[in-house]
């Protein structure tokens, strides 16, 4: 069989190293070489994605940059401190370049839909995340809107995780070390609340900026993000919905789903309800956060979903690195 992979982001580096090799695959990015850079904040679990990273032939332990203790989350008239179980940052960068760098790459490709031009492959998958290029559009749809600055400075004023959640669940402001006196500062939310928050991190604490990214997050969750294929063109990873709503996390969720794909190639139905059964506790996660956003929401109607969140998170805490406590959960949903 022979496989074009449409973005060369974590979603297609990664499946271009789990499709057997018996197999021939492509890869097609539509920026150009020189342009390729990663985004998003490079948080993630140490013990999980260890697994995952090594199913695709690299040691997820050499990208380590900073392992994180604790993560304090801030609520205005209160702290938070959530002990960390494997929350780490690493390279997301070059450990995607590292992904593809043996691959071939058609660089600067403009894929618009799969036509002629991939008339000699039998699959083309679509892991172009956001911009979802090769499938329909999806009604309903729920972007967030971001903003991270990778910065560094010797007066950082934090030195381990710290989330700050917007009012209603609509978005958080971040910091996540990266070590040696470096960070990722950024904030996603639907209101845009985020505007002009780093530049005031930037002038306080004189940081040099290194890179600035603005970057969307699709946060609708898989079920609400069919068809999962057009013709011959199948969605892998965030062009199907594959990110936590609740964290806004798409690392490790869509390398899963990469697994998912490589598990069912060739069998598109059988795909799509492994999709359905693997992800299914994303949608009531996104009811939940959605009825906070809508301002719908009723401690006494989504009780039963916020228990059934937490001991969803509490019982995969090596999945996100964190200890989940219902208190927090509590005081979250009823402060925010």
């Known amino acids: 069989m022979k496989v074009a992979v449409v ?8 499946l271009a190293n789990r499709i057997p090799p018996e197999h021939e695959v ?24 260890r697994k995952l990273v090594k199913m695709a032939g690299f040691e997820f332990d050499d990208y380590v940059l900073h392992t994180g203790k604790k993560m304090v989350v801030d609520l205005g008239d209160m702290q938070l401190e959530v002990p960390l179980k494997g929350l780490v940052t690493y390279d997301k960068h070059r450990l995607t370049h590292d992904m593809i760098k043996e691959r071939k790459v058609h660089w600067g490709a403009q894929v618009k839909d799969p036509g002629s031009e991939f008339d000699g492959f039998d699959v083309v998958v679509d892991a172009t995340g956001l911009h979802r290029s090769l499938l329909p559009k999806i009604e309903g749809d729920l972007v967030v809107p971001s903003l991270e600055y990778q910065v560094k400075s010797s007066e950082l004023p934090y030195d381990d995780f710290v989330i700050r959640p917007y009012p209603n669940l609509t978005g958080y402001w971040w910091f996540f070390p990266l070590g040696d006196g470096m960070a990722h500062v950024g904030g996603g939310d639907i209101h845009g609340r985020y505007r002009g928050e780093m530049d005031e991190f930037v002038k306080k604490y004189h940081c040099e900026v290194l890179r600035r990214i603005g970057r969307p997050v699709r946060v609708i969750p898989p079920q609400y993000c069919q068809p999962f294929s057009k013709g011959k063109a199948v969605g892998v990873g965030e062009s199907i919905g594959t990110v936590y709503p609740m964290l806004g996390e798409g690392i490790v969720p869509s390398m899963q789903c990469a697994n998912l794909f490589v598990e069912h190639l060739g069998d598109p139905e059988g795909y799509r309800q492994a999709v359905l059964e693997h992800y299914k506790m994303y949608s009531k996660v996104y009811r939940f956060v959605k009825s906070k956003i809508d301002g719908d929401f009723s401690l006494l109607r989504m ?12 019982s995969n805490t090596e999945r996100y690195g964190l200890e989940t406590r219902l208190w927090d959960f509590y005081r979250i949903a009823t402060r925010l």
């Open 7 to 14: 973005g060369a982001g974590v979603t297609g580096a990664y």
């Open 26 to 49: 492509e890869l097609f990015e539509m920026k150009a070489e020189k342009n390729w850079y990663t985004v998003c904040a490079w948080g993630t679990s140490q013990p999980f994605i």
């Open 303 to 314: 009780w039963p979903s916020l228990l059934s969140i937490y001991w969803y998170m509490h």
